[in-house]
């Protein structure tokens, strides 16, 4: 299946290059992305061929297996020119990514946890585009219903869990629930637990903290049984079952914005999630060090991440954005939008190496699933 991918793509390059103008020269840009995420991407594509002629984006949008399909690009010397990468896999391909550090003139107009996310041993390997940091999306009409108050900032796990009981009814739940550890992990953080130690040496998972976190996550759903298991939730996802006002309380990134802001019938507000530190992913676009555009390349990335770019997908509501002068964008009252710009204060950048995701699936497999 991934050889003949490879070869559809390395074809789409080739017939590029036969109809598009000679005076243009052509890169290829990667990405994953809902069909929302898409559109946006394709309206920047655009707006960039329009100011820049003499430059063709191919866009290789691959919305499954992304790093697996990936990998294998890079593997047969046909890697992307530009790839939007995570900070997850960062260290993956740290050889194979040119090192951006002098293409930002102030690291301060980012937030800390987005260049360090996007660095690895001394080099930033990416221009960073958001910051992913979990919040809780509340069906304010169902709090209204049960006669219970907005928490405010500084609310508890505790206070949590008698809210998420008092809004369970024969209905609907309180809260939901999915089977991975990354939804787990901020409870994980809540305890003073983690995956990883800062140096990348340790896994810690078994500390009595982690534990603890995942023992208290868990409760959620089999002890409490104010989440719903796998059978009440049958093909649907937890996004599909707040839409539906089948959970009220719903873990989730600021991703979920958009289609939350589109599909909902009910009123809606976000909230911090009820810990002082919480884990910050990071997203941003990088460089394949096999590229052989190099100059259109780095023009093209320069354009993504520029303050009117973000900006714009700021105000799509795809992005919590990892430059500090676009984020302002966020501190309004519309769903108590501020709270993206709360959590980040008090986030931390999530730690990982190159064993992460094997960590994370033997994690679920003995701890979640």
């Given amino acids: 299946m991934l050889k003949k991918y490879l070869i559809l793509f390395i074809s789409a390059i080739c017939l590029c290059g036969c109809t598009k103008e000679n005076s243009a020269e052509i890169i290829t840009f990667s990405s994953w992305g809902s069909v929302s995420e898409t559109k946006i991407l394709k309206k920047v594509i655009s707006d960039f061929e329009k100011e820049n002629r003499d430059i063709k984006v191919i866009f290789l949008h691959i ?17 992307p020119d530009v790839l939007f990468i995570n900070n997850r ?31 690895f041993n001394g080099r930033l390997l990416a221009i960073p585009r958001d910051i992913s940091i979990q919040v809780f999306y509340i069906n304010t009409d169902m709090f209204k219903e ?5 928490p405010d900032k500084n609310w508890t796990l505790d206070d949590l869990l008698v809210i ?20 787990a992990f901020p409870y994980i953080t809540a305890f003073g637990g983690g995956i990883l130690s800062d140096d990348l040496k340790n896994c810690i998972i078994t500390l009595p903290q982690s534990l603890a976190g995942i ?24 996004a599909q079952m707040f839409l539906d006002r089948k959970i009220a309380i719903y873990l989730s990134g600021r991703w979920m914005y ?13 909230v911090n999630f009820p810990s002082g530190t919480i884990p910050a992913d990071v997203s941003g676009w990088a460089i394949a060090k096999d590229s052989k555009h190099k100059n259109a390349a780095l023009r093209f990335l320069k354009y993504l991440s520029s303050k009117e770019n973000i900006e714009y997908m700021t105000k799509t509501g795809l992005i919590v954005p990892a430059r500090i002068d676009a984020a302002q964008m966020l501190n309004n009252d519309e769903h108590n939008e501020r709270v993206f710009l709360e959590v980040i204060k008090t986030s931390k950048k999530t730690p990982v190496n190159k064993d992460y995701k094997k960590l994370l699936d033997e994690i679920n497999r003995k701890f979640i699933l």
Avoid: C
């Fill in 258 to 270: 958009p289609k939350i802001s589109e599909k909902t019938y009910f009123n809606w507000q976000v």
């Fill in 63 to 79: 919305p499954q297996n992304y790093f697996q399909k990936l990998h294998l690009l890079f593997a047969s010397k046909t890697p």
């Fill in 164 to 183: 998420s009981k008092k809004l369970t009814t024969k209905d609907h739940w309180g809260i939901g629930y999915e089977d991975d550890i990354y939804w």
């Fill in 215 to 238: 023992k208290f996550y868990k409760d959620l759903r089999d002890k409490y049984k104010i989440a719903p298991k796998a059978d009440d939730i049958g093909s649907s996802t937890a």
């Fill in 146 to 150: 049960a006669g219970i108050s907005i």
């Fill in 89 to 119: 896999h960062i260290p993956v391909y740290e050889e194979q990514l040119d090192d951006l550090t002098s293409v930002i003139d102030d690291k301060d107009m980012y937030y800390s946890q987005a260049i360090e996310g996007l660095g």
